[in-house]
C-alpha cells in the first residue's frame, strides 16, 4: 500500500513537470518562430 502510494505521487509529480517543460518548450519555440515585427503596429495599452 505504502509503495503504491509513493509510485503515484511520483508519477503525478512526473506528469506535472513534463507538463511545465512542454510549455516552457513550446513558449520558446513560439518567440523564435515569430518573432516581433518592427513595423508591427504597438498595442494602444502598450
Known amino acids: 500500500m505504502f509503495s503504491s502510494l509513493v509510485i503515484a505521487s511520483f508519477f503525478i509529480s512526473f506528469i506535472y513537470a513534463f507538463q511545465y ?26
Open 21 to 46: 517543460f512542454m510549455q516552457r518548450l513550446l513558449v520558446i519555440e513560439d518567440k523564435e518562430a515569430c518573432p516581433p515585427r518592427p513595423n508591427q503596429p504597438k498595442p494602444a495599452n502598450d
